[in-house]
Nanobody, 110 residues
Framework: VQLQASGGGFVQAGGSLRLSCTAS????????MGWHRQAPGKQREFVAR???????NYADSVKGRFTISRDNAKNAVYLQMNSRKPEDTAVYYC?????WGQGTLVTVSS
């Protein structure tokens, strides 16, 4: 059972980036899938989640800028990040409790 996050990188403020999370051993369509992030020197925090029924929640800090989606055929979950801010710099983790992926680093320059 594994979650593999990818798509991180360097982006300028205001730019866009899409993260991908590919699951193996579990079906994203049958589980609540989420994204969390941990900025340098800070605790890990919730970013977004999508339930098996399609219910979506976002942290207030990303609402209106980030979009979580799911592709059941590819067994993957995505996080589209627009209007990036320097404070979005963090390691982003894909998760489906109690399983965590390895994280992908996103750096936003001002």
């Amino acid at each position: 059972v594994q979650l593999q996050a990818s798509g991180g990188g360097f982006v300028q403020a205001g730019g866009s980036l899409r993260l991908s999370c590919t699951a193996s051993g579990i079906q994203v369509s049958s589980n609540t899938m989420g994204w969390h992030r941990q900025a340098p020197g800070k605790q890990r925090e919730f970013v977004a989640r999508i339930s098996s029924g399609g219910l979506i929640n976002y942290a207030d800090s990303v609402k209106g800028r980030f979009t979580i989606s799911r592709d059941n055929a590819k067994n993957a979950v995505y996080l589209q990040m627009n209007s990036r801010k320097p404070e979005d710099t963090a390691v982003y983790y894909c998760a489906s409790s109690p399983l965590w992926g390895q994280g992908t680093l996103v750096t936003v320059s001002s």
